[in-house]
C-alpha cells in the first residue's frame, strides 16, 4: 500500500464511544504502515532518533570539538583545507548506507567553515570541517557541528 491512500482516522462524534474508535483504528491497522507515526524513541552517546512506523529514521546530535579539528589538510591547494574526520555512530542501524546528512557547523573565526559527511555506512558516517583558510597547527580556533541525518530503520 502506498503512503497517498487515505484512511479515515477523524475524531469520533461526541454520541461514538471509545470502543467504536478503537474498533475503527484495528481495522484500519494493516494501512498505518503507510503514515509517518512515531514508534519509537531513543538516543546513544551522540545522537537522538525518532523512529517512523513508514520504516523512516531521523536522528540529530550536536557535537561541540573545540578546537580539536583544525583545517590543516589541503584540499584544493590556495582554496580550501580540511580537518581529520571524525565519526558519528547511529543510534540504530539503517538497512541502505546512502542516508541523507545535513550539516550546520559554526567556527569561532571563519564565517565560511562547512562539516561535510566523507563516508556513510549502515552504522556510522564520517564528518570533515573544510574552511576556505588553512590553520595553524597551534590555532585555538573552536568548531561545533549539528547534525541531521535522515534514513531507513526498515
Same mark, same amino acid.
Given at each position: 500500500?502506498?503512503?497517498?491512500? !487515505?484512511?479515515?482516522?477523524?475524531?469520533?462524534?461526541?454520541?461514538?464511544?471509545?470502543?467504536?474508535?478503537?474498533?475503527?483504528?484495528?481495522?484500519?491497522?494493516?494501512?498505518?504502515?503507510?503514515?509517518?507515526?512515531?514508534?519509537?524513541?531513543?538516543? !546513544?552517546?551522540?545522537? %537522538?532518533?525518532?523512529?517512523?512506523?513508514?520504516?523512516?529514521?531521523?536522528? $540529530?546530535?550536536?557535537?561541540?570539538?573545540?578546537? !580539536?579539528?583544525?583545517?590543516? +589538510? +589541503?584540499?584544493?591547494?590556495?582554496?580550501?583545507?580540511?580537518?581529520?574526520?571524525?565519526?558519528? !555512530?547511529?543510534?540504530?542501524?539503517?538497512?541502505?548506507?546512502?542516508?541523507?546528512?545535513? +550539516?550546520?557547523?559554526?567556527?569561532?573565526?571563519?564565517?565560511?567553515?562547512?562539516?561535510?559527511?566523507?563516508?556513510? *555506512?549502515?552504522?556510522?558516517?564520517?564528518?570533515?570541517?573544510?574552511?576556505? +583558510?588553512? %590553520?595553524?597547527?597551534? *590555532?585555538?580556533?573552536?568548531?561545533?557541528?549539528?547534525?541531521?541525518?535522515?534514513?531507513? $530503520?526498515?
Amino acid at each position: 500500500m502506498d503512503s497517498t491512500t !487515505n484512511i479515515n482516522l477523524e475524531k469520533p462524534a461526541q454520541s461514538d464511544t471509545f470502543a467504536q474508535f478503537l474498533e475503527a483504528i484495528n481495522l484500519n491497522s494493516d494501512k498505518l504502515d503507510a503514515l509517518p507515526l512515531p514508534v519509537g524513541y531513543g538516543s !546513544n552517546s551522540q545522537m %537522538e532518533y525518532l523512529k517512523l512506523a513508514c520504516g523512516v529514521i531521523a536522528m $540529530w546530535g550536536h557535537f561541540d570539538h573545540g578546537s !580539536n579539528y583544525k583545517c590543516t +589538510t +589541503t584540499l584544493i591547494p590556495g582554496t580550501s583545507y580540511c580537518s581529520k574526520s571524525f565519526k558519528v !555512530n547511529y543510534p540504530i542501524p539503517l538497512v541502505d548506507s546512502n542516508p541523507v546528512v545535513l +550539516t550546520s557547523c559554526v567556527d569561532s573565526a571563519a564565517i565560511e567553515c562547512k562539516a561535510s559527511p566523507r563516508a556513510a *555506512s549502515y552504522s556510522s558516517v564520517d564528518i570533515i570541517y573544510y574552511c576556505p +583558510t588553512e %590553520e595553524p597547527s597551534n *590555532s585555538t580556533r573552536t568548531k561545533s557541528c549539528d547534525i541531521l541525518i535522515i534514513g531507513k $530503520w526498515k
